[in-house]
DNA sequence: ACCCCGCTGTTATGATGTAACATTGCCGAA
DNA sequence: TTCGGCAATGTTACATCATAACAGCGGGGT
């Protein structure tokens, strides 16, 4: 993995952290890995990828779209839709089923569903990577002779901070 | 729990059951915990719960709509989504949020989350109660210090029958 | 008789997502 | 150099999912 930030990254840094380091973490890792594939980040994509990691809250397309236009004007429904499609098929964004919204990937590059953790009440959102969970989820399926392939894992409730 | 038959209920079985015994356990059970309860299972929204009822696949509301109108010209969307929020709150059926479609819930009553698979080829969709993978969620979202609430597992791939 | 309250009816609109075809710009082959 | 192909983006229109807001109706209690 790239060398980055050691607290950068996690939702749980969200109060605290530098934010502008952690998108530009976010995006440099980004460019490296399409570079590696082959895959054209094109300013337009990066720019959608900016507004989503504007912050660890997931943030739906059309606020996406009020963004964009502020800068692109020509921007329209499909613009941010084939960006976002783009973004997750790289596994650099992820999409948050429950709330039909969209949140930039901890991990990028490994192919993964991810799990997540919502607060309800301030929004930010948790990725986190719990290989008992994933173990858990996989054993599961093989139980119900099921062969998983896309697992979507949320979990709603009350952040750390929230709770206090 | 009521005497059910053995085999209903599960959608494994829904290649080879009698699943008009399936639905009428469901109306049943559903009938019982209501009344239970006090809560109102009027007659539109028991037929709501009927119509999802009629297969073990996800149905959309819109489709919920289209068939209930065959029955209730009067039907509307408002019609359709406050007996779909009545019979959620009433823990008769999930919405698979990754679908943005609701299924019949096979542990009616007791109130849960709900874990699925998915199959991606044939649209069955299997509700499962797996006790290792619930305290795998617990547990992950306890060491992230997060408080978790409602819980939302979709897992989709290829059932068994279309796998092979 | 009257009110309250839960359920349903009704109209309109908001929010999310996609189909289908046009245009642009780059790059490689002839 | 010109042309053809292809990926990305532009553009218009529409499909799908969901809710706000207010009206009407009917049963149960006082």
Redesign the interface.
Known sequence: MAARGAAHNTA?AHQTHNHRECIDDALKRAREICAGRGAQLTPLREKVLQIVWRSHKPVGAYDVLDELARSHKAARPPTVYRALDFLMSEGLIHKI??LNAYLGCVEAGAPHSG?F?I??QCGAT?E?V?A??E???D???K??????????????????RC?A
């Not at 139980?143 to 750390?160: D, P, T």
Request: hydrophobic share 45%; charged share 25%.
């Open positions: 749980q089923e429950s799990q953790l607060c309800r948790e986190i719990d008992k969970l173990t858990a989820l054993q599961a399926a139980r119900a002779h099921f062969a998983g392939e896309r697992k979507v894992v949320e979990i709603s409730g009350l952040c750390a709770a």
